[in-house]
């Protein structure tokens, strides 16, 4: 049974980047699309992006422009490259299909973005 595992979150300054990784112990080769998902403090989660296996994506308005999704099928990871982060952007992010199973939510990677 696959299982997810996300990294790569932190402490940044609004304006700064960071690049989420989310490491699949399985092949996700057939796993399509796949997403990134993040939970503020009092609010609901979220989809973020999504990523199919044939490349294309899909970004919530509130990200576009600033967030890329990519996928490295070969290591069995997705990515989600942050750039020109806000305080907004603070929450705990995760991966997992779309839509999500139930199994797979991990513990998710804590991004928090200062003003």
Known sequence: QVQLVESGGGLVQAGGSLRLSCAASGSI??????????????KQRELV???????STYYADSVKGRFTISRDSAK???YLQMNSLKPD?????????VPGLLSLWGQGTQVTVSS
């Open 29 to 42: 080769r057939s796993i399509s699309p796949m997403g990134w998902y993040r939970q503020a403090p009092g």
């Open 89 to 97: 952007d603070t929450a705990v992010y995760y991966c997992n299909t």
């Open 49 to 55: 992006a999504w990523i199919r296996s044939g490349g």
């Open 76 to 78: 069995s990871t997705v």
